[in-house]
């Protein structure tokens, strides 16, 4: 079926230098690249870690999804992704199953990748992100 490797662990941050800062001083890591993303309005950093990535989202305005998010709940876990070879025939199972979406069709994310989100409801609480894999 599909392989669903982990791309992601996204947090959210109210400023990005601050949080990048913090890992290179404790874990001596550093991003591997910056991006405005928009859309989203955010910014994100990408940390390495092993064959996945810590994204740092620090959002570009309050009124934003993520923006949003801190302000309710504070800093912290945001959501996370997994890797899928198809996303399509991925959003396909998924809405087959009676899954809840956030997205019913790909998007463009970070990098250029296509991305969809996956209602919380249907992850017992956890945002799920799919990202369609380049290779
Ligand atoms: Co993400």
């Known amino acids: 079926m599909f392989a669903y490797n ?15 800062d913090d890992y290179d001083r404790l ?4 991003a591997m690249y910056r991006e405005v993303v928009s859309e989203q309005g955010v910014e994100e950093a990408m940390i390495a870690v092993g064959g996945s990535f810590v994204q740092l989202l620090q959002p570009l305005h309050p009124d934003t999804p993520v923006g949003r998010f801190i302000e309710s709940r504070g800093e912290g876990m945001h959501h996370i992704a997994f890797a899928v070879a198809d996303i ?3 959003l ?3 809405k087959a199953e009676g899954s809840r979406l956030v997205d019913e069709e790909p998007r463009v994310g970070g990098r250029g990748a ?22």
């Open 88 to 90: 399509d025939a991925a």
């Open 92 to 94: 396909a199972h998924l």
């Open 114 to 135: 296509r991305i969809a989100f996956v209602h919380p409801k249907a992850f017992a609480g956890t945002l799920v992100e799919l990202v369609e894999s380049s290779s």
């Open 6 to 20: 982990l791309d992601h662990v996204a947090l959210a941050v109210r400023d990005l230098e601050t949080a990048l």
């Open 27 to 30: 874990f001596g890591a550093k």
